[in-house]
């Protein structure tokens, strides 16, 4: 639980920084990624210190691992660097962080009951009900916002989550909205830079591009949802 506070706290500074400036800049992005780097390094730290996890890493739908060595650690602290990020892009339209997120969760509750594994059992129900308590008022049209505090604690869960379970690779399925948020902007930026300009979608993050597209924010959620769905019931069953 740990982890998630402390993104949390990133993003509180950020929102405050925000809130003293009253424009959208708060944190440099420098500053920002220095932060969630330490607090990932500290987390692998000390999963590592207390034999929580190994170097090994599993590829989800088949029995294939790697054993990356000394390498894991870097790839894990990136790895979690990347899924908080992706979480906080996806907060970007009312409800929809917060859907995808419950969903996931839910999916990682039950899938830490198949492994009878208490601590994502308890972390992911928890966290699924405080997302639907929160959509009461987030659901669009939205009477309170997360901000940044909010999405980079529920990213900090997840990833949270992903590593309870030993299998945090499984986060890339049934998180696929986070990830196609995320790749959609890598693109956007790619493409800007590459062409001198031009734009490979309308706006980025994804979420932004079905709006220009005319779709409407509950239309967005819904299909974000049942794709999020779909993702983790084939996982389950898989799995």
């Known amino acids: 639980m740990s982890i998630s506070v402390r993104f949390g706290v990133v993003g509180m500074i950020d929102d405050i920084a925000k809130l003293k400036k009253r424009e959208n800049q708060?944190?440099?992005a420098v500053q920002k990624f220095t932060l969630q780097l330490v607090i990932a390094a500290g987390y692998v730290s000390v999963m590592a210190i207390k034999g929580y996890n190994d170097t090994t890493v599993k590829i989800p739908f088949?029995?294939?691992?790697?054993?990356?060595?000394?390498?894991?650690?870097?790839?894990?602290?990136i790895f979690i660097c990347g899924?908080?990020?992706s979480v906080n892009l996806t907060d970007g339209i009312d409800g929809l962080a917060a859907s995808v997120t419950a969903v996931v969760s839910g999916y990682f509750t039950l899938y830490g009951s198949m492994l009878e594994y208490t601590s994502p059992m308890l972390l992911g129900s928890a966290t699924f009900g405080g997302c639907l308590g929160f959509l009461i008022y987030n659901a669009h049209p939205a009477k309170i916002f997360m901000g940044d505090t909010g999405s980079l604690f529920l990213g900090g869960i997840v990833v949270g989550l992903a590593f309870l379970t030993d299998s945090p690779l499984l986060?890339?399925?049934?998180?696929?909205?986070?990830i196609i948020e995320t790749v959609s902007v890598i693109l956007q930026v790619g493409y800007f830079k590459?062409?001198?300009?031009?734009?490979l979608f309308k706006m980025a993050p994804f979420h932004h591009h079905l709006e220009k597209c005319g779709m409407n924010e509950t239309t967005i959620v819904i299909i974000a949802v049942a794709i999020?769905?779909?993702?983790s019931?084939?996982?389950l069953m898989l799995n």
């Open 194 to 199: 590459l062409t001198h300009g031009k734009r």
């Open 233 to 235: 019931v084939l996982l």
């Open 26 to 28: 708060g944190l440099t």
């Open 171 to 178: 986060i890339v399925i049934c998180g696929i909205v986070y």
């Open 62 to 77: 088949c029995d294939i691992s790697f054993d990356l060595g000394v390498f894991y650690y870097a790839f894990a602290i």
């Open 83 to 85: 899924i908080v990020n």
């Open 228 to 231: 999020t769905i779909a993702a």
